[in-house]
């Protein structure tokens, strides 16, 4: 095992993130999993924490396979190749990115409880999730961030599949890992501990951690 639990996940995954460390960075989990590891590198780095919501779009009949991603603000990673095998229409594509998308805004809303979004513009965003399975999610995340105009986004994951930096390079500035296996199957094989982060948590985890940036 990699992991103890995210905690130490977090922690190990603050440190690669150091030269980050400023109360101007801002840290965006991806719920629900990525907001336990978010909130210790948030600690560790002196950094706002905040969530960035994204939600795999089911295939037709297929509710649990991801055909692609996409954010509250409707920005979407779409798995071409995966549509094209199932040969996908594109209003049973939309039909499936627009339920997503509602799923996604109302999620949104919840976690942050009346909190307006943070600023990003002309900051350090640091996007993590508590690993890199699919990617869907994260690069659905990441091209919303990147709407936003941060002045650097980073991409950062306790563990992910080999080769992992290099298929995200493209999508943030820049990508951090702290262990890319050949033997990846799923993202709790590397922790000791993988329990569900429910709602409740993450809304706990934002409402003790944040913190204003100045």
Do not use: C
């Not at 997503?100 to 909190?115: D, M």
């Not at 936003?148 to 500035?173: I, M, Y």
């Amino acid at each position: 095992m990699s992991f103890r639990d995210r905690i130490e996940a977090g922690r190990r995954l603050a440190r690669e993130l150091e030269r980050y460390r400023s109360p101007t960075t801002v840290v965006l989990g991806i719920p629900r999993g990525g907001v336990p590891v978010a909130a210790e590198v948030a600690r560790a780095l002196g950094a706002q924490l905040d969530v960035v919501v994204a939600r795999k779009a089911g295939a037709p009949g297929q509710p649990e396979l991801a055909i692609g991603a996409v954010a509250p603000d409707g920005t979407r990673y779409v798995n071409d190749d995966l549509v094209a095998g199932l040969g996908l229409t594109d209003p049973q594509i939309d039909t499936a990115f627009e339920r997503a998308q509602r799923e996604a805004r109302e999620r949104e809303e919840r976690f942050r409880g009346g909190r307006t979004a943070p600023v990003l513009r002309g900051r350090t965003a640091v996007v993590v999730d508590d690993g890199i399975a699919t990617g869907a999610t994260l690069r659905a995340a990441l091209r919303s961030v990147r709407r936003s105009k941060p002045a650097r986004l980073v991409a950062a994951a306790p563990v992910a599949p080999s080769g992992s930096r290099d298929a995200f390079r493209g999508e943030a500035d820049e990508v951090v890992v702290v262990e890319e296996s050949p033997m990846f199957m799923a993202v709790g094989q590397f922790y000791e501990e993988f329990p569900q982060v429910s709602d409740e948590d993450v809304q706990e985890l934002l409402r003790v951690t944040a913190k204003v940036a100045v």
